[in-house]
């Protein structure tokens, strides 16, 4: 049975580590240090857009031209079509036919109201606990997936860890010694994952749809990331390019690109295996709660029959108007190019240098840091042998008013066992300007040497 709300409550009191009952105060209050602390508070846990990275003045203009022409804000304020509002279909198609250079249709996109949202849509409508065995979900895990999953049906012993290696995103071989008898949902972060930043290669992306085919697997691919991505920087003040060059097919783009077999199609249906899940929450702000899914234009009209959809129209219309003309207008990708990448580029630049000058000699290591690009939000830290995130975690909080997410929090909700993160932890480089990135990864040096030095 699905746990519901309140009991996730309840079990959240229990077993929650002070860590995370800090940081849900802190999302209640976000910018409160202890009184009686001289230091500013720096949060690393938070997974927000810094409010430098936001562009108001593009919703602004968006806004004015909606609002001033009836033939788009009478269809933008009324209840709009299931799959959602065709403008920003279409704009979408196009623009993501050019991020990941293959053709994309607009029936194959269903707008949503943002990934968590769709993620829910799509359990509610393609799975059912008395049918779908098993989520299978990437490990280090996006922590939020798992409540969706739970509330889903998927409560406690549904959903299972599968590693990631170090290399390049979930162990293939593994997850197919796990898969042989189910019916599965696979969940993963395929580009620049929440939390460890690893992409899966493209051969793994192919080993992972012929296997979803061959064992009845939806894989859900949150690409929340996959726009946000740079070359590392050799050192922060370095002027590069801010865009790698091309992106990787989307696991839907792989399945999509292979002709289903026979008995693939059903009822002469064909739903695909995998789909992608993304979001203008980190393009142009969370707030806005708009995003869409990518699959077969069979399964995006099975989505858009979600009932909560089918009464009331796909989420965010007025939203999804205004993306529209963001898009329509060329500013979506000029945000990108001009604002969030060579933000992010450049604060990933100054944690990287940063944490090798305060942390490289105390043996700390960083993940995914050794193929010329990054993207993101976050950085993964390994600590040396014998701290523990969580204990780290409540010392950076305690003692240098610093907020830190420990490993744990990463481990899948009742398969902690199957994938242990006690020794790592994540730092979320997004939310704060330069200068508290810099003196925030020297806090977290205070705190590991005064650690390292008691257990010597
Ligand atoms: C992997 C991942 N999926 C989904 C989300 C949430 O996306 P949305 O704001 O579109 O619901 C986040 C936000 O941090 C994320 O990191």
Redesign the pocket.
Known sequence: MATTASDRTISDSINTSPVLQDITNQALDPDKSDPGSKKELINFLR?WPSPSLLSPSILQSATTALLSDPSLFVPALQYGPDPGYQPLREELAVWLGRQYSTETKSEQICITG?????LACVLASFTDPSYTQTVWASAPC?Y??CPIFEDAGFGLGRIKAVPEDQEDGIDIDLLETMLKHYRHVVYL?STCS?PSGTTMSLQKRKQLVELARKHDVLVVS?D??DFLQWTILPHPDASSPSKPGPLLPRLSDVDLSTPPSTTEIKEGKWFGNAIS?G?F??LLG?GL?T?WVHGTPDFVMGLSQTGATRSGGAGSQFAAALLAEVMKAGELERHLQETVRPGLQRRHGIIIETIKQELGELGVTVAAQDKGRFGG?FVWLTLPEGLDGKRVAQKARQEEELILADGEMFEVSGDEQGAKFRGNIRLSFSWEEEHKIREGVRRLGSVLRAMLEKIQ
């Open positions: 997974g943002g990934a968590s949202q769709g996006y939020l997936a972060v929440n949150d929340v990331y899940n979001s929450s980190k969370p709660r995003g939000y």
